[in-house]
Each structure stands twice: as structure tokens, then as C-alpha cells.
């Protein structure tokens, strides 16, 4: 109980003497204000004071502006493109009349450096001669030497066309007749494999015979073309010519991907569709070998099959 009653009379002192400091400094606040309201020279003295920190805050502020002004036109004159010299209100270039004004053609005001219709209808006018002009008869020799050279040009184009119709194809062979015949007998008995393979849909085994018989070592398409090159006879000739190029074209049609967008393994009616298909080219390319084979000489051809056989 004593130390409860200590602890609040203590309390009671602290707090009496807070009271009467804050009084006392109030008192001196009013007094001291009472005294500058009291005397015109305090009052004059803090009005002047005043004034003089807004006078400067107002100089300061006056400086900043014009200090924000200059920087912010420098950027503006940076931003902008140079004009290389020129006036920024010269036109260079007018868009609608191609006017050019102290461009570097040299046009003025009012004038265009291109070439108007009417001055190139004047141009080519002036730099031809008219029917109006007088001009000198054509001579004797001048008429020779144009009809010289006339006949010489039609000539020259007949002697191009005759050119052009000669057949290109035939080659002079390099070896004998039989030893051609008896790659074209070979291809002719391969195509009953190649059919076999088709039918019974074996697709690799087709394409690997293909390969065989369309390159190396076959070479089906120059062996027919050096056989076709014996015959003398220019009809024959052409005729053969023709069926070894279209037995060769059937061949290579026997192979469905290299005609058909197709990328995966046909089944079902499309692969019915494509095993006729090529069936039907391997049996024309075999009637084309057939009739090739009828145009060339017997014995080269018996000779051929008994090197077969051999």
C-alpha cells in the first residue's frame, strides 16, 4: 500500500509540474506577441523580411522556367532532320506535277526536267526524214547490192530449214547390230517378271527390276536408240525411233510414285487401281518392244538370242 500510495503522489507531482511549464511557455509566446503588435518597428521589420524571401523565390522560379524553355527547344532542333543548307519551306520534290525546284536537274519554279509527249512527238518528228524532203534516186549499184543481199538472207533461212527437218536422233553405232538387239531381248523377257511382281503387289521387288532394266546395266533406252541407227531405210528409221521411245516412256510409268501424290502404301481399291495401271503400261511397253523388234534384221536378231542362250 505505501509503494501504490508513492507511486501516485509522484504521479500527481509529475503531472502538476508539466501543467505549469506548458502555462508558463504560453505566457511567454503572448508576450512576446503582444510586444511585436505593440511596436511598429518589430511589425515593419518581419513584413520586410517576408517580401524579400518571395522576391527571390519569384527570381528563382522566373530562372528555372527560361533555363526549361532553352533545354527543351535544344531537343526539338536535335529531333528534326538536317536540310543539308536548303530552305525548310523550299518545296524539293512536288508530288503531283514532278515540279523540281533547285533539285539537282537544275528545274525551276514552273518547270519540269521530263521529257513531255509533245517534246518527244517533235523529237522524233524532226530527227527522220519526211516524204517532203527531196532525196537523191537510188542507183544501179545500190539496187544490186540490196538484191544480193536479199536473195542471200532468203538462202540462208531455207538453208535453216532444211537443216531443222534433218533428223537429229540417229547416231552412228560403235558396236555390232546383235549386241543392242540383245539388251532389248533381255528387257522383252524381264517384263514377265515385272507383271509377276505387280500382280502378286510386290512393290520393292518391282521398282529394283525397273532400275535394272532402265540403267545399268540394261540401259534400255540407248541400246533401242543405237539398234534403231542400223537401219538405212529413213521410214524404218523414224518408226523405230519413235517405238523405242515410247516402249521406254511405258516403263517408266510401270512405277505409280513417280505419277500418283501418294505417300503411304496404297490398300484396298486404290492399290487394285494402281496394280492395272501398271499392268496395262508394262503390257504396251512389251507390244512396242515387240514391233521394234520385227523391223530389225532377222539374222541380228537370231544372233541375239543365241548369245542369250549361249
Same mark, same amino acid.
Given at each position: 500500500?505505501? %509503494? %501504490?500510495?508513492?507511486?501516485?503522489?509522484?504521479?500527481?507531482?509529475? $503531472?502538476?509540474?508539466?501543467?505549469?511549464?506548458?502555462?508558463?511557455?504560453?505566457?511567454?509566446?503572448?508576450? *512576446?506577441?503582444?510586444?511585436?503588435?505593440?511596436?511598429?518597428?518589430?511589425?515593419?521589420?518581419?513584413?520586410?523580411?517576408?517580401?524579400?524571401?518571395?522576391?527571390?523565390?519569384?527570381?528563382?522560379?522566373?530562372?528555372?522556367?527560361?533555363?526549361?524553355?532553352?533545354?527543351?527547344?535544344?531537343?526539338?532542333?536535335?529531333?528534326?532532320?538536317?536540310?543539308?543548307?536548303?530552305?525548310?519551306?523550299?518545296?524539293?520534290?512536288?508530288?503531283?506535277?514532278?515540279?523540281?525546284?533547285?533539285?539537282?536537274?537544275?528545274?525551276? *519554279?514552273?518547270?519540269?526536267?521530263?521529257?513531255?509527249?509533245?517534246?518527244?512527238?517533235?523529237?522524233?518528228?524532226?530527227?527522220?526524214?519526211?516524204?517532203?524532203?527531196?532525196?537523191?534516186?537510188?542507183?544501179?549499184?545500190?539496187?544490186?547490192?540490196?538484191?544480193?543481199?536479199?536473195?542471200?538472207?532468203?538462202?540462208? $533461212?531455207?538453208?535453216?530449214?532444211?537443216?531443222?527437218?534433218?533428223?537429229?536422233?540417229?547416231?552412228?553405232?560403235? *558396236?555390232?547390230?546383235?549386241?543392242?538387239?540383245?539388251?532389248?531381248?533381255?528387257?522383252? $523377257?524381264?517384263?514377265?517378271?515385272?507383271?509377276?511382281?505387280?500382280?502378286?503387289?510386290?512393290?520393292?521387288?518391282?521398282? $529394283?527390276?525397273?532400275?535394272?532394266?532402265?540403267?545399268?546395266?540394261?540401259?534400255?533406252?540407248?541400246?533401242?536408240?543405237? #539398234?534403231?541407227?542400223?537401219?538405212?531405210?529413213?521410214?524404218?528409221?523414224?518408226?523405230?525411233? #519413235?517405238?523405242?521411245? =515410247?516402249?521406254?516412256?511405258?516403263?517408266?510409268?510401270? =512405277?505409280?510414285?513417280?505419277?500418283?501424290?501418294?505417300?503411304?502404301?496404297?490398300?484396298?481399291?486404290?492399290?487394285?487401281?494402281? %496394280?492395272?495401271?501398271?499392268?496395262?503400261?508394262?503390257?504396251?511397253?512389251?507390244?512396242?518392244? =515387240?514391233?521394234?523388234?520385227?523391223?530389225?534384221?532377222?539374222?541380228?536378231?537370231?544372233?541375239?538370242?543365241?548369245?542369250?542362250?549361249?
Amino acid at each position: 500500500k505505501q %509503494v %501504490v500510495a508513492m507511486w501516485t503522489t509522484t504521479s500527481r507531482v509529475v $503531472s502538476r509540474t508539466a501543467r505549469c511549464t506548458w502555462t508558463d511557455e504560453r505566457k511567454t509566446r503572448e508576450r *512576446k506577441a503582444s510586444k511585436v503588435r505593440s511596436n511598429p518597428e518589430n511589425r515593419s521589420s518581419l513584413d520586410e523580411d517576408v517580401l524579400e524571401r518571395l522576391r527571390k523565390a519569384e527570381e528563382e522560379a522566373a530562372t528555372l522556367r527560361e533555363q526549361l524553355q532553352k533545354t527543351q527547344q535544344d531537343r526539338r532542333d536535335s529531333s528534326e532532320s538536317p536540310t543539308w543548307g536548303l530552305d525548310p519551306k523550299q518545296r524539293v520534290d512536288e508530288r503531283t506535277t514532278y515540279i523540281r525546284e533547285g533539285g539537282f536537274l537544275g528545274g525551276g *519554279k514552273g518547270k519540269t526536267p521530263w521529257l513531255q509527249e509533245s517534246q518527244l512527238a517533235e523529237f522524233l518528228a524532226s530527227g527522220g526524214p519526211s516524204e517532203a524532203e527531196k532525196t537523191e534516186p537510188v542507183t544501179d549499184e545500190e539496187k544490186a547490192t540490196v538484191n544480193r543481199r536479199l536473195f542471200g538472207g532468203i538462202a540462208l $533461212s531455207a538453208g535453216a530449214i532444211a537443216f531443222a527437218l534433218v533428223p537429229l536422233g540417229k547416231k552412228k553405232p560403235m *558396236k555390232p547390230l546383235y549386241f543392242y538387239l540383245t539388251a532389248v531381248l533381255i528387257t522383252r $523377257s524381264a517384263l514377265e517378271e515385272l507383271e509377276e511382281d505387280v500382280e502378286n503387289v510386290r512393290w520393292e521387288d518391282a521398282r $529394283s527390276l525397273l532400275e535394272r532394266l532402265l540403267g545399268p546395266p540394261n540401259n534400255i533406252k540407248s541400246n533401242l536408240l543405237s #539398234a534403231a541407227g542400223y537401219l538405212e531405210d529413213k521410214k524404218a528409221y523414224r518408226k523405230a525411233d #519413235a517405238l523405242a521411245r =515410247d516402249a521406254v516412256e511405258y516403263l517408266e510409268e510401270v =512405277d505409280y510414285t513417280k505419277y500418283f501424290d501418294n505417300r503411304v502404301v496404297p490398300a484396298g481399291k486404290q492399290e487394285r487401281e494402281f %496394280v492395272a495401271f501398271s499392268k496395262k503400261c508394262i503390257r504396251a511397253a512389251s507390244s512396242k518392244l =515387240d514391233e521394234f523388234l520385227s523391223l530389225m534384221p532377222r539374222d541380228a536378231v537370231e544372233a541375239a538370242r543365241a548369245t542369250i542362250e549361249a
